[in-house]
């Protein structure tokens, strides 16, 4: 996305700010004066390889995609928070002295939560309103949620100047979604969209936090991403049971093999797997082979793409999907279908399951200039075959959650 498409996206923002938010409030009139406002862009992320690694303290290598979420809005006298996202056309109030759970407005939770640990931790915050709007698709395995944790933490940093570590901002978002919303997912998307740079992919280790950037650089090729339309909140899938199965297996483990070190499935060996495969419950043996073949497949990826070898990384991706969908189970019909469909064409070097899973999104890694004609031919299958047509995301790489100035 062009600087100038999210400066549209902004402009867009800061009028309905002027006609939401401003007209007989007097203390937001006090407060307002458009240079005031504070613009955040937040992007989604792509994961390229690294899938259920992160909570199994393991590794990942990912993107930021130039799609996000916009925010804009100004500090005023008051405690109360007044949200509107223009995304979804709702609006939210509520006071800082009492942030509860909201059963209903599902979105603002992801809000609530990390206001609640900016709190927690000692940070103080004011009121303030602000407007949201997004070009990044809800729901469907590229991290909105993240875009929106990370996002309205760097608002909130920037408008009451608070000077709070990066990685701090990463654990205090994390928290509020693992402990405020309900998912108790790993670091991999906060970690990325905080982080990330644009021409770079984010080669992250869950074990201790380390990263490293790797040049970002398919040549001729690009990322397509395609969107099952299989939308989930990971609250309601398996998600949350995928880690007990793999807490579970690290007890069984370090327990049989009387190891006090092996404390994450990132700390068992391909070879020690295998030897405890007649002891291990035949379910909890195959979550434990896709998170270490998965660690090794980061591993092999980050060698591909730093010597450009494309046809190796879409064969790794390949290997992912089929171990993300006969080890981990976390595939679905349609993600299935756009992984076989896509992959048989001869432009397209490999494919897998992108994100949590449970639907959502595919990634590819496609020749740049067959792009129209992949989209042309996978949309009139899947349109044959679930009777509506996939959506697809061209991605480019972009830089992590920042202040922007238009
Ligand atoms: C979701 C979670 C991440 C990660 C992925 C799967 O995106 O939010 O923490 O576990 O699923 O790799």
Redesign the pocket.
Known sequence: MKKSETNIFFKNLQDLFCGKFIRGCKERENAFKKENLINVLSPGRV?II??????NLGL?ISVAVNKYIFLTGIRDDSNKVEVYSKYLNERCKFSLDKIGYDEKTQWINYIKGVLKEYIKNGYKIGGFSIVIDSNLPIAA?M?S??ALEVGIAKFIEELFNLKVDKKDTVKYCNSA?NNFVG?K?????QFTVAYVKKNNAIFLNFKDLSYEYIPFNLGENTILIIDSNENRN?SDTE?NNRIDECKNAVKIISSITKDSSIKSLSDVSLDLLYRLEEKLPEKLFRRTRHVVTENNRVLLLKESLLKSEIKKLGLILLKSHNSLKYDYEVSTERLDFLVDEVTKLKWVYGARLM???FGGSIISIVKKDKVSDIIEIISKKFLKKFAEAPKFIECLSSDGTKRVSI
């Open positions: 994961n690294g899938e259920h690694t992160d909570y990942a395995g991290s949620s993240a979604e998912v997912c790993g670091l991999l998307d990971l998600y994100g949590a899973g």
